[in-house]
């Protein structure tokens, strides 16, 4: 176990790609989020940020998705990162 805080999919960099972990918030949330492909374990790269701010593009098995950062801080990442 380490003993750095969790990272949350909103902190993934563009360019950069990680392992998906645990997905929370209410149950609509977290069912729209495994809908789109956000399962935990899933490898995921970060795209883009629109340039407001509030909507962060990744790539999840081979398909574009956008979130607000709002639904993105729901989704951590795995503490092993690399996919």
Known sequence: MTSH???H????????????GQIQGNAALRRRL???GLLPGTPVRAVRRVVTGDLIEVE???CF????RAEARNVFLSPDETP
């Open 5 to 7: 805080s969790p990272r």
């Open 9 to 20: 999919l909103d902190a993934l960099q563009p360019g950069t790609s990680a392992r998906l």
């Open 34 to 36: 495994l809908e789109l």
């Open 60 to 62: 999840v098995r081979g």
């Open 65 to 68: 998705v956008s979130l607000r």
